[in-house]
């Protein structure tokens, strides 16, 4: 079955800093691979997807995240982090059908 | 382009009651699915529509089902209410298989 490991529940960064969020999944073929992020009492927003092709795929508000085959991992990378960003993110693992599989979040807190 | 709506926002209900939930998706769409977000379970999917017809269910007990009418709009309900059923309940919908998913804001519900 397709699972998403979000290893990290909770990560504090210092606003300028970079950023790394990390995510594993388990699926037999190429999945189809999201990033969302939540604010307090709102719904996912959509920051970037990897179906196929190039690798690395960028998103929105700075982020970007790579895929690496070899390590299932699809990880979310912002050089610099703003206040703003704080939020819980979510990665995902689709199978080609509309079911998804979410981890189960990694908070981050921006530090002034 | 409108979001996905959703209906009531914010609701309460006590235990043993039932608990209808509305969700229109962004025009065009045809994919509807349901997902529960709770602190303990993190996202979980309930079941996915297309055309009128389910697709897809997840893990849950006969309580929850669904429907999608010919418009693409979408109803969840959930019946004979317990605790545990509190939680946000995010509708998400989607072009066409494979795709992206959007999602809108839930409906937080409340059971006492």
């Known amino acids: 079955a397709q699972s998403v490991t979000q290893p990290d529940i909770h990560i504090t960064v210092s606003e300028g800093a970079s950023l790394e969020l990390r995510c594993n999944y388990s699926?037999?073929?190429?999945?189809?691979l999201f990033w969302y992020v939540q604010s307090p009492g709102q719904g996912l927003q959509l920051l970037l997807k990897?179906?196929?092709?190039?690798?690395l795929v960028q998103g929105i508000k700075g982020f970007e995240a790579e895929f690496k085959r070899s390590q299932s991992s699809f990880n979310l990378r912002k050089p610099s982090v703003h206040w703003s960003d704080a939020a819980e993110y979510f990665c995902?693992?689709?199978?080609?059908?509309?079911?998804?599989?979410f981890g189960t979040g990694t908070s981050l807190t921006v530090i002034p | 382009k409108a979001g996905v709506t959703q209906t009531p926002r914010y609701l309460i209900k006590t235990r043993g009651q039932q608990v209808t939930l509305s969700c229109s998706p962004i025009?065009?769409?045809?994919?509807v699915s349901w997902y529960q977000q709770t602190p303990g379970q993190g996202l979980q999917f309930l079941f996915e529509y297309f055309s009128e017809t389910q697709r897809n269910k997840g893990n849950f007990p006969g309580r929850f089902s669904g429907r999608q009418f010919s418009n693409s709009r979408s109803e969840m309900n959930v019946s004979t209410l317990e605790l545990g059923d509190s939680a946000l309940y995010l509708c998400?919908?989607?072009?066409?298989?494979?795709?992206?998913?959007?999602f809108g804001e839930g409906s937080w519900l409340t059971v006492v």
């Open positions: 995902a693992v689709g199978e080609g059908g509309n079911q998804f599989y």
């Open positions: 025009s065009g769409h045809r994919s």
């Open positions: 990897y179906f196929s092709g190039d690798t």
């Open positions: 699926y037999g073929a190429t999945p189809y």
């Open positions: 998400a919908s989607s072009f066409k298989d494979g795709n992206t998913i959007y």
